[in-house]
Every structure is written in structure tokens, then in C-alpha cells.
């Protein structure tokens, strides 16, 4: 009876050994998320690259520099077309200075990714709430580049592309973007010049592809409509609101304008003839540059970003009276999006950021010989 006692005791004690052991074994996942972020602290810096904005980037930092206090993030502001110079240059140099890149796509598909210099984002996931593609739009991850790996999309924008001078135009007479070929409308147009970067080339690829419009609207559109272009988004504005122009395509920063009390506004299309697109906008692609000076705190910071707490922060800082944007996961408040460009339920949206979408040279061709007929029939 006692060498019976004395078995059952010590099996009881293997047991509770045993269950114990089991219930300290973590999931393979926080295992190595503990083990990443102690790394990245370790690191203890982190630089990223990214579109400057009115600040809402930045501010979304500052919130992950406030989890982390250990990692201290060092940013660099600007636009694509001077960031790529930049980090092309530094490279050329030896210098490896960038750990994430965040801005729209043109740049981080057409010049890093194209020279093969970025790492795999979707290597660096770890959160199971950020790996679950039935948390996101389409109940998939959406990637610019074909391998569906390196530019990450985490904002998925409905675009307003043109703007009009409220003394100068009815909006009421606007249905379709068609309706800006009509000859009175001829000489009273300006655009954003498609060979630089910014909205407009995202613009232009949703005409391009779109059914209703596509190659036709392009060609006429420049052709024939005596459309003045320029480089400088100050510019564009201040002639919109000056009324020295009836119509902008591609303007930015004209909601800004508009709530300073000018005579500007955007054209609501959500009811319009044509489908509608959607795109990542400014700020809304990740990429991973190789041979990142802080590894881990990369991989820290772009598992946080596409979280559900990361997401919700990015959308609380960017929409504003001014901007708005909306982010590709489902599972957060969509109230603080403006309801006129919040995406709908049901309604079929072309991500104009995809692969098949992005190449911007015949788009371009088309323009260019557009505008020559134009000057040539002057």
C-alpha cells in the first residue's frame, strides 16, 4: 500500500511537471516576436524614410517611438522624387542608411524595386492579426510588384481627380468625365504635368484602364482640350482659386485651400457613368530596403504598423478636414473616413497600384503625342 502510495504521488508530481513545462511553451509566433523585439531594442534605432505630408506619417511614429521608447526613431521627410535620389546616392556610396521606406508606389516600384534592392516585406510578418489575409480588403494581401512580396499596400484611397473653380462652374452640368471635353471647356483647363510623380500618374492610370474612359479620354482630353500644364501644386491651386482656370486635374491640397474660404472645390464622382479606382495614394506602400542598418527594428515596426492598433493610429492622424484615408483593413472603425470617398460595400474598385496598372510609358506616349498635335494645330 505505501510503495502504491508513493507511485501515485510521483505520478501526479511527473504530471503536474509535464503540464506545467507545456503551458511555458509559446506559440512559435510570440517566440519569435519576443525574440525580434528584444533584438530591435538592443538595435535601438530605427530610420525611416517617408512622405512628408502635412505631418500624419510623422505623427504615426511618434506613437510607435511612444511604445518603444527604447528604439530611437530617426525620420527623413520628403517626396518620392527627392527621397529616390537620396537613398540611390547613399547606396552608391556604401552607405546603408534606411530601414523602411513609406510613401506612394511610382518611386518604390519604378526605381527600388526595379534595381532589386528591397527586402521581402511579407518575410518580415509576424503578428497572426497581421499575417490573417480575412482581415484586409478582398480578404487578401495586396502587393504592387508581381511576386507579391516587396511593396506592401496597407491604404486603398477612392480618388477624386479633378477640382473646379466654384464661380466658374456648375457641378450640377458635370455626369461623366466626358463632360470636360465639351468645347466651352476648351483653353480652361489645367493639369499637373504627367511626367513628374505625384496623384496625377495614379489618375491617369485609372482613366487608362478604365473601360469608360481608357486611351480615347487621354488623347482627346490633351489633345484637343488646349490643357495648360505645370509642375508646382502652389501654383496649380493658386490658379484654380484665382478663377485664372475653370478646371484643375490632378490639384492637391484643394479641400486645404477650399476650408480657407476660396472658390475651389473637388467634383463628387461616386455617381458618375464611370468605375471608380482606388489607389495607395501618398503614403500608402511599405517597402524594406536591403542591408537595412536595424533589422529587427524594422521588422518591429512594420508588424506594428499594419496591426490593428497601428492601422487605426495611421487613420485617426491622416483624416483630417483636409485629407483622408482609409486603410485596406476591414476590421477597424471606418467612421473617421469622409462618407463621400469611403469605399462601399459590394461596389466593384480597381486598385489602380497592381502590377498590370503601374507601367506609366504608354500611358505617357500617349500624352506627349497628344499634347504635339495639340501645339500643332495652334
Not at 503536474?16 to 507545456?22: F, I, K, Q, V, Y
Not at 524595386?113 to 518580415?124: E, F, M, T
Not at 471635353?181 to 496623384?199: A, F, H, T
Not at 484643394?254 to 473637388?266: H, S
Amino acid at each position: 500500500m505505501k510503495r502504491l502510495s508513493a507511485n501515485l504521488l510521483l505520478f501526479f508530481v511527473c504530471c503536474a511537471a509535464t503540464h506545467s513545462r507545456a503551458a511555458d511553451v509559446k506559440p512559435n509566433w510570440q517566440a519569435e516576436w519576443e525574440r525580434t523585439v528584444q533584438a530591435a531594442k538592443k538595435e535601438g534605432s530605427l530610420s525611416v524614410y517617408l512622405y512628408q505630408g502635412e505631418g500624419e506619417l510623422s505623427t504615426v511614429v511618434q506613437l510607435f517611438q511612444k511604445k518603444y521608447p527604447e528604439i530611437n526613431v530617426v525620420t527623413t521627410p520628403g517626396r518620392g522624387n527627392t527621397l529616390a535620389p537620396r537613398i540611390m546616392a547613399e547606396r552608391r556610396a556604401g552607405k546603408y542608411l534606411v530601414d523602411v521606406y513609406i510613401a506612394g508606389v511610382t518611386t518604390a516600384y519604378e526605381v527600388f524595386y526595379r534595381a532589386k534592392i528591397l527586402d521581402s516585406v511579407r518575410a518580415a510578418l509576424i503578428l497572426p492579426e497581421v499575417i490573417d489575409e480575412s482581415k484586409w480588403w478582398l480578404g487578401q494581401h495586396q502587393y504592387v510588384d508581381p511576386e507579391n512580396r516587396y511593396i506592401f499596400l496597407y491604404l486603398g484611397n477612392v480618388g477624386e481627380y479633378v477640382s473646379y473653380h466654384t464661380k466658374s462652374v456648375d457641378a450640377a452640368e458635370i455626369r461623366s468625365y466626358w463632360d470636360f471635353l465639351q468645347p466651352k471647356w476648351k483653353g480652361k483647363i489645367l493639369s499637373r504635368d504627367p511626367k513628374i510623380s505625384g496623384s496625377q500618374r495614379i489618375g491617369l492610370r485609372m482613366f487608362y484602364h478604365t473601360p469608360e474612359l481608357g486611351a480615347e479620354f487621354i488623347r482627346r482630353l490633351y489633345g484637343e482640350m488646349d490643357v495648360t500644364l505645370t509642375q508646382e501644386i502652389r501654383q496649380a491651386t493658386d490658379w484654380l482659386a484665382n478663377g485664372k482656370f475653370a478646371i484643375c486635374f490632378f490639384c492637391s491640397e484643394i479641400l486645404k485651400v477650399k476650408a480657407q474660404g476660396l472658390p475651389v472645390d473637388e467634383f463628387r464622382t461616386a455617381k458618375w457613368k464611370e468605375s471608380r479606382a482606388i489607389s495607395a495614394g501618398n503614403m500608402g506602400s511599405i517597402a524594406m530596403p536591403s542591408q537595412p542598418p536595424h533589422p529587427n527594428a524594422a521588422r518591429v515596426f512594420v508588424n506594428w504598423l499594419l496591426s490593428r492598433e497601428g492601422q487605426t493610429a495611421l487613420q485617426r492622424a491622416a483624416n483630417t478636414p483636409n485629407n483622408s484615408e482609409e486603410s485596406l483593413r476591414t476590421d477597424i472603425p471606418k467612421d473617421m473616413v469622409r462618407s463621400e470617398v469611403r469605399r462601399i460595400d459590394g461596389v466593384k474598385y480597381m486598385m489602380v497600384d497592381k502590377p498590370q496598372y503601374i507601367d506609366m510609358a504608354p500611358i505617357q506616349e500617349i500624352v506627349e503625342k497628344a499634347l504635339a498635335q495639340s501645339k500643332g494645330g495652334k
